[in-house]
């Protein structure tokens, strides 16, 4: 059997890293298995679609390198076939007319207290017309439900109300139109997230009622449904408290290899090392090997991943992936409300190919670049007011240390080895560290406390100008002892 799966998403809002997760594992399943992983909009809720959200799918799954086979399709445009399987469910008795309304419903469910709807209507013989919903006769009996990573559910179908698969508008509702896609596009395998277990059962009844119905009987798909997403509290992903859209990970400056990296650990370990290529996830996954207990969406974690793939790119590959947050191209992409601190005609890109292996090593996503290399083409050096009241103005040493420095450095060969030589040599003359003696030095010349390795900047910005910053934090400093 060849497989086939589908990733299909509601374009109601940004795209959500468990939506992403979802697209990765149908995408590794399809990959490893041989088969084909189809991209499906399901965009049938046009009071919640927005064309625009449509476009954040397409580039987020084109950033990750998911792209699917086949499609997009979208739903919208199989309308003629969810109508005609709700003709052939009335046909063949399965669906019913219903006149309550929603505050019917809800009077009748607060008197005799049952869950979701009573099936009032169900034997009224109510006509079909323009203020009616059409709703499914869920018939006696249990609903096994087979899940690859869950095992063998079996629902009651008591406590199964009669849903509704189409609204009186005549609008087909998800769980119907899903099925009838799912058919139409002969998927085998159902992969997404946990929230929709309880929708498995609805949909098992309604593929089996339209094998009957329409005389085509196509087995019904394996499911498997994949494990929830949850902060450091052990909570469900919140999208107020947690960063949690693709686009915003992108803009920080993450890779899209150590994105998907980390998403297939959401669930999934590969044998051994868990920093691993997509080649090796592909040869190694298997939807049996997903964990049933909800996964940390560790950040940190993400981090981590994404400094050690940073550090592992060829110069080459570096500077052209760091490039839209240093030295854009005009009409290239650009990450979404980031400035360049620079204007862009100070930027020198031979200086920055030089400091940038040492600041490669040193990041742990492509938007801290700027502000680590910012000292090398502003006029003056951003001052973080912090630094600079811990190692200047604070720091009794700091004149003599800013004096010995301006002295040394205003002689010695303008070299990273001969600066830390002088430095070294006046560090100990003051009987310092020469850890202590750098913090002024480098909160001077750079405006901050961290950066890339004090000499190498200092040699990249030339002696004029470190003498010069040297002065200026000379003078704050106060009059020394
Ligand atoms: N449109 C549904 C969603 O975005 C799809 C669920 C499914 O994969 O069946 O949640």
Redesign the pocket.
């Given at each position: 059997m060849t497989t086939r799966v589908?990733?299909?998403?509601?374009p109601?809002g940004y795209f959500h890293v468990g939506?992403a997760r979802?697209a990765l594992f149908n995408w590794l399943f399809a990959r490893h298995t041989g088969g084909t992983y189809l991209l499906r909009i399901?965009d049938t809720d046009a009071e919640r679609n927005r064309e625009e959200w449509v476009d954040v799918i397409n580039r987020c799954l084109e950033w990750l390198g998911l792209s699917p086979d086949e499609g997009p399709f979208r739903q919208s445009d199989n309308a003629t076939q969810h109508t005609a399987a709700v003709d052939a469910l009335i046909g063949a008795g399965r669906l019913y007319p219903c006149a309550c309304t929603g505050d019917e419903v809800q009077a009748r469910k607060r008197d005799n207290k049952t869950p979701g709807y009573d099936g009032y209507c169900r034997d009224r013989g109510v006509e079909r017309g323009p203020t009616t919903a059409l709703r499914f006769k869920v018939p006696e009996g249990t609903t096994t439900v087979h899940d690859i990573i869950r095992g063998t559910i079996e629902f009651q179908n008591a406590v199964i109300d009669d849903f509704v698969v189409a609204k009186s508008s005549g609008a087909v509702l998800?769980n119907m139109a899903?099925v009838v896609d799912?058919r139409a596009d002969r998927i085998t395998h159902?992969?997404?997230?946990e929230?929709?277990i309880s929708?498995t059962p609805k949909?098992q009844l309604i593929w089996e009622a339209l094998s009957e119905a329409t005389g085509e009987h196509l087995p019904l798909p394996t499911y498997a449904h994949l494990p929830l997403l949850v902060d450091a509290q052990r909570k469900k992903l919140s999208k107020r408290k947690d960063p949690v859209s693709v686009e915003d990970f992108r803009d920080e400056g993450y890779l899209a290899d150590a994105f998907v990296n980390f998403l297939g650990l959401l669930g999934w370990s590969p044998k051994g090392d868990e920093q691993v290529d997509r080649a090796t996830m592909i040869a190694q996954f298997d939807l049996a090997d997903v964990n049933q207990s909800p996964a940390f969406f560790d950040v940190m974690k993400l981090r981590s991943i994404n400094a050690d793939y940073l550090r592992a790119m060829s110069l080459e590959d570096f500077l052209v992936a760091v490039s839209p947050w240093v030295d854009p191209e005009p009409g290239a992409w650009m990450p979404t409300a980031v400035e360049v601190p620079w204007p862009a005609e100070r930027f020198d890109a031979e200086r920055f190919r030089t400091i940038a292996p040492l600041v490669q090593e040193r990041v742990t996503r492509l938007s801290e670049v700027p502000g680590m290399v910012d000292f090398l083409f502003l006029d003056e050096p951003v001052i973080d007011a912090a630094s600079w009241a811990k190692a200047v103005t604070g720091e009794s040493d700091a004149p003599a240390i800013l004096d010995a420095a301006i002295a040394a450095f205003t002689s010695c060969e303008f070299t990273a080895a001969a600066l830390h030589e002088v430095t070294l040599a006046f560090t100990e003359a003051l009987g310092s560290k020469l850890r202590k003696v750098q913090a002024p030095i480098r909160v001077a010349v750079t405006g901050r406390s961290v950066g890339p390795p004090l000499f190498e900047s200092m040699e990249l910005l030339g002696r004029d100008e470190v003498l010069r910053r040297l002065s200026v934090a000379r003078g704050a400093a106060g009059a020394g002892q």
């Open positions: 589908r990733f299909a998403p509601s109601t939506s979802t399901e998800y899903n799912d159902v992969v997404r997230g929230d929709h929708n949909q």
